[in-house]
């Protein structure tokens, strides 16, 4: 969706990659309204399938003066980002904050200066024993509740386990807009506090509405038409096999590394679907 209006709420995406974590806002109600990403295959991705969506190739010229210049509005609701992984990841050195990939911090600066109401952060579980601590101080010293969950893709009936870190922060402004005009946030009371996190715990790593609403439109039939795994609901068709030879399939290593780098949607639409639910839903009758 590429037409906004001033009651959609907003999402920006950094480190956008193909585009998981944008498909699982928008299945839950958001509008992307920006999208950041410096590689090129994947850009063409982007291009493709968000083909009006203002996009930035280097994080570095991202500002708020950037921003609104070119997607025409001062703020977002959400902020998500992939930051990337191979910092972290135990495929790699694992040299944390001191690879030239290490780039929360400039994450960290967008959020600043845009001051979005909800972060959702997505990396490996790698980043855990290196720099989370970081990650979440960084984000508590700007006013940030913070929460951490470790979604593995079997959670939500993939065929692999691929674990993911998400982090997911709410500003303690309450109300939608609070945090655009001043970077002044308000306590909140803590029975509020603790029902945020209530609803987090009950719905995080519930995949069942995601794939059923997304993943085989046929339903339970469709997808046994189309190889369905045992034991894995009915939802989930089987994967295809990826041989170890060229097969002419076009721009197959690009494809390749991208799903690699890329998260399954499902991970992350309950986390977008619980804070559409518990900031937005109910919303559009009491705001015509």
């Known amino acids: 969706m590429d037409v906004k209006t001033a009651q959609e709420p907003t999402h920006l995406s950094l480190f956008s990659g193909i585009g998981g974590l944008d498909i699982a806002a928008e299945a839950a109600g958001f509008v992307t ?7 090129d295959y994947p850009t063409m991705v982007l291009e493709k399938h968000w083909p009006n969506v203002p996009r930035w190739r280097d994080i570095r010229t991202l500002t708020k003066e950037s921003f609104y210049a070119r997607a025409g509005i001062r703020t977002v609701d959400i902020i998500s980002g992939g930051f990337p992984c191979q910092p972290f990841s135990l495929s790699g050195r694992r040299r ?21 109401s909800w972060v959702v952060g997505e990396n490996v579980a790698g980043i855990v024993s290196l720099a989370l601590d970081q990650v979440l101080s960084d984000l508590e010293n700007q006013g940030y509740e913070t929460r951490v969950f470790i979604i593995p893709a079997c959670g939500v009936d993939a065929p692999h386990r691929r674990d993911r870190v998400a982090i997911v922060a709410y500003a303690q402004c309450a ?25 987090f715990r009950t719905s995080g790593t519930d995949g069942g ?9 046929a339903g339970p039939q469709g997808s046994q038409q189309h190889g369905a795994l045992p034991g894995r609901g009915g939802w989930w068709p089987t994967e295809p096999i990826v041989g170890r030879v060229a097969n002419g399939v076009p721009n197959r290593v690009d494809r390749l590394k991208c799903l690699g780098n890329a998260v399954v949607p499902a991970q992350f639409y309950p986390i977008f679907q619980a804070i559409f639910s518990i900031s937005f839903a109910g919303k559009e009758e009491t705001n015509p």
């Open 33 to 39: 309204v920006g999208q950041c990403e410096w590689a």
């Open 96 to 116: 944390g904050k001191n690879d030239d990939r290490y780039l929360w911090p400039e994450m960290l600066r967008v959020i600043q200066e845009l001051r979005p």
């Open 175 to 199: 109300e939608r807009g609070a945090c655009q005009s001043t970077g002044d946030e308000p306590d909140r009371e803590d029975a509020g506090r603790e029902k945020t996190a209530s609803r």
């Open 209 to 217: 509405a995601w794939t059923m609403a997304h993943t085989d439109p």
